[in-house]
């Protein structure tokens, strides 16, 4: 019996050191296909040609890669105009990153921010006060689609476009193609931005802001200056005419502010500040190099985990069992409508409901609020159950409150409420 364990085990060693082999041996491997947005990788979806470019653009003396945080990095711009660049999934700031970027283009520098999700709380600081209710700000819609397109505004370029899907190892995906939603701003702010492109004609995502002295370019659609697309002549001309809106002068490309840097200082995993990426040289890279080295280190990482697995399986104690953390989402909720009722605030109360309905409708049944018109109403009715007579009358009542500036009554709100949580209690 215990000659036969052995062999089961030594059995089961081998097939997990072959595994481990087909999956890290070093050589030649196939496409990734994950939106890495590295600089240094010739992946599709990386951005090691852009990175070039912007790199023979400004010079190689005036070409920075911010590896550490934004405080203190943005020095040297002082008395050049400078741009920050940063072209990734989605941007991390650090608290008083905001304060660092803002006084970086206040001071007459560009900042170009390129990602599927914009920083909500430094899109809420561009913003004035009166524009934007923090609480409710969504800056970002989505287009669900297979394939966009995109144009820029501006002569001679409004006739070209460049075509965007997003692949896989399989083929082209259905995506969440996202863009400004315009309505998030209030008329006020319109005056100091403009729309500089388009997806598919009407759906703004890139835009100028001018902030101080200089400006802030948004553009929310980072795959358009990917290598997949950068490679095609049609990717490079759309990439160098955006680009053309950076000043000349030194560029700031922000590395520190990606997935992959926040994902090592989230798990303590920071590495020196003058050792922020692997090298080249690194020791680690040298063993994989060498095929000898690789099977002893494969080996020795497989016995490791052989060995934390029956440690554990022996000695681990019992998992205590935790509560679930509970959702106070309604209660704040509940809260500020009663804040605004005993305000006798019924108008702005009433907004709030209707955004939170919105956003709901968003989350729920994946459809764009920005036309509340018939088309969108039957569309609702298909998706949620709820009879299209039912809910004209809601959305008639609720754009009555948006366009009347008059006191709102206390027993109008209750119809809106009341309209609101019927919908709730029948859609499915």
Not at 116 to 139: K, S
Not at 232 to 237: F, S
Not at 251 to 278: F, K, M, V
């Amino acid at each position: 019996m215990e000659r036969n364990r052995i062999w089961l085990w030594a059995g089961f060693l081998v097939i997990l050191v072959t595994v481990l082999l087909l999956l890290f041996w070093p050589g030649e491997r196939g496409l990734n296909w994950f939106q890495t947005y590295r600089p240094d990788s010739g992946q599709p979806y990386s951005v090691q040609v852009i990175h070039e470019l912007l790199k023979d653009q400004a010079g190689k003396d005036r070409f920075f890669i911010v590896e550490d945080s934004l405080k203190g990095s943005l020095g040297k711009w002082e008395g050049t105009p400078s741009s920050y660049v940063f072209i990734g999934e989605e941007m991390w700031l650090e608290p008083g990153d905001e304060e660092e970027l803002l006084r970086f283009a206040e001071a007459g520098n560009t900042l170009f921010l390129c990602a599927w999700e914009l920083p909500v709380e430094l899109l809420g600081r561009l913003l004035p006060e009166y524009c934007v209710d923090t609480a409710y700000f969504e800056p970002i819609d989505f287009q669900q689609d297979t394939s966009v397109f995109a144009k820029l505004n501006h002569e001679p370029w409004r006739k070209d476009e460049l075509s965007l899907t997003l692949y896989n190892q399989e083929g082209p995906l259905i995506f969440d193609w996202t863009y400004l939603d315009s309505l998030s701003f209030c008329d006020s702010f319109l005056d100091t931005m403009e729309v500089l492109g388009n997806l598919n004609d009407s759906l703004p995502n890139f835009v100028r802001i001018t902030y101080g002295k200089g400006a802030v370019l948004l553009h929310s659609t980072p795959i358009a200056f990917s290598n997949f697309y950068m490679k095609k002549e049609k990717g490079l001309e759309y990439a160098d005419r955006v680009l053309a809106y950076l000043p000349e002068g030194p560029i700031y490309w922000d590395r520190y502010s990606d997935y992959e840097s926040y994902y090592r200082r989230g798990w303590g995993r920071r590495p020196a500040r003058t050792q922020r990426t692997l090298s080249n040289d690194s020791p680690l890279q040298y063993i994989l190099s060498q095929p000898p080295l690789a099977w002893a280190w494969y080996v020795g990482l497989s016995m490791a985990l052989l060995f934390l697995l029956f440690r554990a399986k022996r000695r681990q104690r019992i998992i205590p069992v935790l509560e679930p953390n509970t959702n106070t989402s309604m209660e704040f909720v509940a809260t500020i409508g009663q804040l605004y009722f005993q305000q006798n605030n019924h108008r702005k109360l009433a907004l709030q409901k209707w955004r939170l309905f919105l956003a709901y409708i968003r989350d729920r049944y994946h459809l764009p609020t920005k036309e509340l018109d018939e088309a969108f109403i039957k569309k609702l009715a298909e998706r949620s159950g709820v009879a299209d007579s039912a809910l004209r009358p809601m959305f008639r009542l609720a754009h009555n409150i948006e366009r009347s500036e008059v006191f709102l009554s206390e027993n109008t709100l209750i119809d809106l409420h009341k309209m609101l949580d019927g919908f709730y209690r029948n859609c499915k």
